[in-house]
């Protein structure tokens, strides 16, 4: 995968040496580990499949003896890197509902659900969560969308962000999110060092 390649050596190079050194004791997910992401999610992008076939998880992952916890992704949103989960942590995260009702009920805070979003919300074995961000997620979370509402396109990226609560499309599929970050210069890397 030509854009997993483009964004792991960028990534690399944007990097702290420390963070580099602790990202290169982690592995590539198992066999097992993949046939179970995607026979849970058929439609799982082939770019995610590669991504993790190189890096299963840098969210307090254990790799041997090595645990690590580098931020690798970013979003919309440049002052919050993002940790990638594992397969296993996609997995268990993804069983629940994340319901969207709430924001919908008072008509000013319409806009704080992306119409491209089915307004059912993100169904269980409908979505994907792959990543949170620095702080464990609780202010920003990130999705795969398998269900979109009719201006949606299956498999666009949903980003998740708290306080007020948001949630927004920032790319029409998991390609173009790792493309916007490698044309983006990876410059969430940059305000985690400041």
């Known amino acids: 995968m030509d854009v997993v390649n483009r964004f792991l050596n960028g990534l690399r190079a944007a990097l702290s040496s420390e963070e580099l050194e602790?990202?290169?004791t982690a592995c590539g997910a198992t066999k097992e580990d993949i046939d179970?992401?995607?026979a849970k999610y058929p439609n799982c992008p082939e770019s995610l499949i590669s991504l993790l076939e190189n890096i299963d998880?840098?969210?307090w992952r254990k790799y041997g003896e090595n645990r690590i916890a580098v931020?690798?992704?970013g979003s919309d949103v440049d002052e919050y890197p993002y940790y990638l989960l594992s397969i296993g942590q996609m997995l268990e995260s993804s069983k629940e509902e994340e319901d969207v009702s709430y924001l919908l009920e008072y008509e000013e805070e319409e806009e704080a659900v992306d119409p491209k979003i089915n307004r059912e919300g993100l169904l269980p074995g409908k979505y994907l969560h792959f990543s949170d961000c620095m702080n464990n997620g609780g202010?920003?979370?990130l999705y795969i969308d398998f269900n979109p509402s009719d201006e949606g396109v299956c498999g666009q990226i949903i980003r998740y962000l708290h306080d007020p609560d948001e949630?927004?499309?920032i790319a029409n599929s998991f390609d173009e999110y790792l493309q916007d970050l490698i044309d983006g210069g990876f410059i969430y890397l940059e305000n985690e060092e400041e």
């Open 22 to 24: 602790e990202l290169n």
């Open 139 to 141: 202010t920003s979370r």
């Open 167 to 169: 949630y927004a499309v």
């Open 71 to 73: 931020c690798i992704l």
């Open 57 to 59: 998880g840098t969210y």
């Open 36 to 38: 179970a992401l995607r």
